[in-house]
């Protein structure tokens, strides 16, 4: 069974330039999440979804983070500016959404802003 | 609140056992997940309690006690492999699935 997949691995940009990054989850799996993740901490939550609606978005910096699943499979996680307290991994992980089920973590994708 | 605690770092040597705390404010969640995290890898899932007591997969043993906000993860027979990163999770699983990470608790193990 495939896993969660993320792309790209790395990327590096200078501080108030863009970058997206991409997500597509297990095959029928419901639950889509995108943590943060900086060095030495644990990983944080950014943003829920239930198939293409958000569940929480509480701790998205909305000024500048954005992401959307508008088909309810794939997903896309956008910074604009990047700021330098930005530079963490960013972690894709999918759920079947049932009740007690665990989360699946992609590989994530680095990011550093310069 | 969702505080989880973790000690930050622990060194056992390969062969023994480890037991890895976790404490969190008891309101909002209904399970304890832990995930194993290599450097520069995605965490990956070990075991999770939803009840009171002692789960057991392999070397792999988790226990939760409610009441109190307190679980722990057990190693046995620790090999160099299981030098990693271990992350505990409270999760909010009545309807959407949330998982509210601790900072983890990177584990060394020495020969």
């Known amino acids: 069974e495939a896993g969660v997949a993320q792309s790209p691995r790395y990327k590096i940009i200078e501080k108030r330039q863009s970058v997206a990054f991409w997500c597509n989850p297990i095959?029928?799996?419901?639950?889509l999440y995108w943590y943060q993740q900086i060095l030495g901490q644990g990983p944080k939550l950014l943003i829920q979804?239930?198939?293409?609606?958000?569940?929480?978005d509480s701790q998205l910096p909305k000024d500048r983070f954005s992401a959307e699943r508008l088909k309810g499979v794939d997903s896309t996680l956008k910074i604009q500016p990047a700021k330098l307290e930005d530079s963490a991994v960013y972690l894709c992980?999918?759920?079947?959404?049932?009740?007690?089920?665990?989360?699946?973590f992609g590989q994530g994708t680095r990011l550093t802003v310069v | 609140g969702q505080n989880i605690d973790q000690p930050t770092e622990m060194t056992a040597t390969e062969g023994a056992i480890v037991q890895i705390n976790c404490t969190y404010q008891?309101?909002?969640?209904?399970?304890l997940f832990w995930y194993q995290q290599h450097a520069g890898e995605a965490p990956t899932f070990l075991s999770y309690n939803v009840l009171d007591g002692l789960e057991e997969k392999g070397r792999f043993s988790s226990f939760l006690s409610r009441s109190k906000g307190y679980s722990y993860l057990l190693l046995k027979e620790l090999q160099m492999k299981d030098s990693a990163s271990y992350l505990c999770a409270g999760g909010r699983t009545y309807n959407f699935n949330k998982f509210y990470f601790g900072s983890g608790t990177k584990l060394n193990v020495k020969p």
């Open positions: 992980a999918s759920s079947v959404g049932i009740k007690n089920t665990e989360a699946f």
């Open positions: 008891t309101s909002g969640f209904n399970g």
């Open positions: 095959s029928g799996h419901a639950t």
């Open positions: 979804f239930q198939n293409n609606g958000v569940v929480d």
